[in-house]
């Protein structure tokens, strides 16, 4: 027979008041009190009576994650990391965490989130790759139901978010290779819906002027955040903008893919064409060509989204209502050497030097 509540209070010589209250988290309890009555009760192998917590709270102690994906499976390593990040913390606070998958901007996802918004089954959500108006963001202030953003979502958000500077990040990523010689290149832009996409863009723009670089309209193919889209966006920018010697994605799966195509047309990454992503997920420092890339911590991030979110539902004040993370750039192999001494592949096919490296 488990150990209830009445056991770890003869163990420690308080109220089973004073325990309860330790073990569920209020604060009108001691800490070093607390840290005895845990000890206690992981040695008496305490296990709480789940259902009737939860109907004392009126919470249900899980978070929902709506993962907006096409088809029942997904791919994308940022994802993985994220989840753990959010998942890991939930347990650590003792909260159940529950994933379903819905096309964005689909029927079924709205409804996902009305069912949230309206029914007992979590008691907040956690929204990521926020949009340009975005419906669901506004259904859950409609319904006024706790909910933390990865992105920002608007100069005007009020709400709780956690978010890297993809401006700043793009910028610093593009002045790279501007610093490198490099004066042609192309980007390979995210979903103009996604905000995150936006801004990326905008860095990239506003980096190019500020070195007096005009961008062109064939300088941006618009890929869907895959290998395979990143290939067919880099496909299109060698079509349209052959004389580009670099290429910047919006993410890494898209870099990783663009590098395939461009290995196919001859042109190597690294020597012939420089190639930067964004998120530094692990397939970033082992692609073929070690890949340049903007790092945000995905882990972090899905840890501190969950942690703000428990936040809000406790009642807790938050340390930090907007989260801005600083990006990093992580250089690599595909950033190449600068092009003021580096020869043309022309010339490096003469002398056999490609064939050699």
């Known amino acids: 027979m488990s150990a209830n509540l ?9 109220s089973v008041t004073t325990v309860s209250r330790a073990l569920n988290g209020y604060d009108d309890v001691a800490e070093k009190t607390r840290q005895r009555i845990i000890a206690a009760a992981k040695e008496l192998d305490y296990a709480p009576n789940l259902t009737a917590r939860r109907l004392r709270k009126q919470r249900t102690d899980m978070l929902g994650f709506i993962l907006p994906t ?11 990391e994220f989840i753990a990040g959010i998942g890991n913390e939930a347990a650590r606070q003792e909260f159940d965490l529950v994933v379903s998958t819905h096309s964005p901007e689909s029927e079924g996802e709205r409804r996902a ?21 975005d419906s669901r963001i506004a259904l859950l202030e409609a319904h006024g139901f706790p909910f933390v953003a990865f992105g920002r979502y608007g100069v005007d958000a009020t709400a709780p978010y956690v978010d890297e500077d993809s401006i700043a990040g793009i910028s610093i990523l593009t002045q790279h290779f501007i610093d490198l010689g490099h004066q042609t290149i192309g980007f390979i832009a995210a979903p103009s819906n996604l905000m995150f996409g936006r801004y990326r863009l905008q860095g990239f ?16 193919a618009e890929g869907d955040l895959t290998e395979t889209g990143g290939a067919a966006a880099a496909a299109r920018l060698l079509a349209s903008f052959p004389q580009l010697t670099a290429v910047i994605a919006s993410n890494d799966l898209m870099a990783i893919g663009a590098m395939k195509t461009l290995q196919k047309a001859g042109r190597e990454p690294g020597v012939d064409v420089a190639v930067g992503g964004f998120d530094d997920v692990p397939a970033a420092a082992y692609a073929n060509v070690p890949l340049t890339t903007v790092r945000q911590p995905i882990y972090e991030i899905g840890r501190k989204t969950c942690a703000m979110l428990i936040d809000i539902i406790a009642g807790r004040p938050l340390a930090a209502h907007q989260i801005l993370l600083k990006p990093e750039l992580v250089v690599r192999a595909s950033s190449g050497v600068p092009l003021a001494t580096s020869p043309s592949p022309d010339e490096r096919r003469s002398s056999g030097a490609l064939q050699s490296e």
């Open 6 to 14: 009445r056991d770890i209070a003869d163990r420690v010589g308080l």
């Open 70 to 80: 096409f088809g029942p499976r997904f791919s994308d390593p940022f994802f993985s």
């Open 113 to 133: 989130y009305l069912r949230a918004a309206n029914g007992n089954w979590v008691d907040g959500v956690i929204v990521v790759r926020t949009r340009w108006k």
């Open 205 to 220: 723009t506003e980096t190019m002027e500020r070195n007096g670089l005009a961008v062109e309209t064939a300088q941006i």
